[in-house]
Each structure stands twice: as C-alpha cells, then as structure tokens.
C-alpha cells in the first residue's frame, strides 16, 4: 500500500501490507527524515498540516537536525519541538 517511490523508506516494514494513513506518526516521521521532493509531496497530499506539525511537535525519535529544520519551515518554536529538549 506503499507508493513504489517511497518504498525505500519503510525498509523494515512489508510495504505491500503497510497502510500509511493508518500510522500517521510513523510514516510522517519517516518522510520528513529521509523523504525527497517527491515524497514530501506525496506527504503533503495524504496528510493535514496539523497532522504534520504534532509529529514534528511530538515525535522524539525525529533526529535534531531534522526538527530544527522542519520547526523553522512550518513556525514552530523550538521549545514546543520534543526531540529539541534536554534530557528528552
């Protein structure tokens, strides 16, 4: 259920069993760490931009590089960005 071009993103999963919209935080958290363009626009057309945004909120495995990045791209103050925080 995966689209073919973001396959190599769920290389621990069975992308023909996978339901991305069924495991929102998961598969957003893998699209905005490892996503390309392409998957990003995939990303923005299957799922809100609050759906976006909690994960980036909230998601603690989401590397530091990469939510500083997307809390700069979608205004999110750094102090509200889990995987941001000391001793997270």
């Known amino acids: ?3 073919q ?3 190599p ?5 069975d992308a023909d069993k ?8 998961y598969t957003i958290l893998r699209v905005l ?6 998957s990003l626009a995939w990303l ?8 976006i945004k ?11 590089r990469s939510a500083n ?3 700069l791209v979608y205004r999110i103050p750094p102090e509200e960005v889990a995987s941001l925080q000391q001793g997270g």
């Not at 996978?18 to 935080?25: N, R, V």
């Not at 923005?44 to 759906?51: V, W």
Request: aromatic share 14%; charged share 35%.
């Open 44 to 51: 923005g057309e299957t799922f809100s931009e609050a759906q």
């Open 9 to 13: 993103l769920f290389w621990d999963v």
């Open 33 to 38: 760490e490892w996503g390309d363009r392409p």
């Open 54 to 64: 909690e994960v980036i909120r909230s998601e603690r495995r989401l590397s530091p």
């Open 18 to 25: 996978f339901d991305p919209e069924a495991h929102p935080e």
């Open 1 to 3: 259920m995966v689209p």
């Open 69 to 71: 990045f997307w809390a």
């Open 5 to 7: 071009e973001l396959r």
